[in-house]
């Protein structure tokens, strides 16, 4: 409960500094990949795909954009970090850390969106 109550008191940090980057979708082939936008997406992100995404606090890399793969079904296929300063995939992880099956599609996506071009993102 702790843990929840600290990461929650940092939503609006997290929101603060990427909020250039909330507003992107990236969507190709039945797959829609979107950043996670607040701390408790990034739990339930976590809980579902049994990852350590919340739990090692992701959220607080400020230079790291997490996003999130799913079909048209809204299922989630894989969890993505991307560096915004590297502009390269460091992670691309389904359920339980495995590879996910659609993997080269969704880094494929991921690598040809011009992030240059995000504008942003009012909330």
């Known amino acids: 409960e702790k843990q929840r109550t600290e990461a929650e008191a940092y939503n609006d940090t997290y929101v603060e500094q990427h909020k250039k980057w909330l507003g992107v979708v990236i969507v190709g082939r039945g797959i829609t990949i979107k950043p996670l936008q607040s701390i408790s997406e990034f739990r339930e992100e976590a809980e579902t795909m049994h990852h350590c995404v919340y739990a090692n606090a992701y959220y607080k890399k400020k230079d790291s954009l ?53 504008k942003i993102v009012k909330q």
């Open 66 to 118: 997490i996003m999130s793969a799913r079909d048209k079904s809204g299922k989630r296929l894989a969890t993505i970090e991307y560096d915004l300063k590297r502009k390269s995939i460091l992670q691309c992880r389904a359920a339980y850390n495995a590879q996910p099956e659609r993997y080269k599609e969704i880094c494929n996506l991921v690598s040809k969106h011009d992030f240059r071009k995000t």
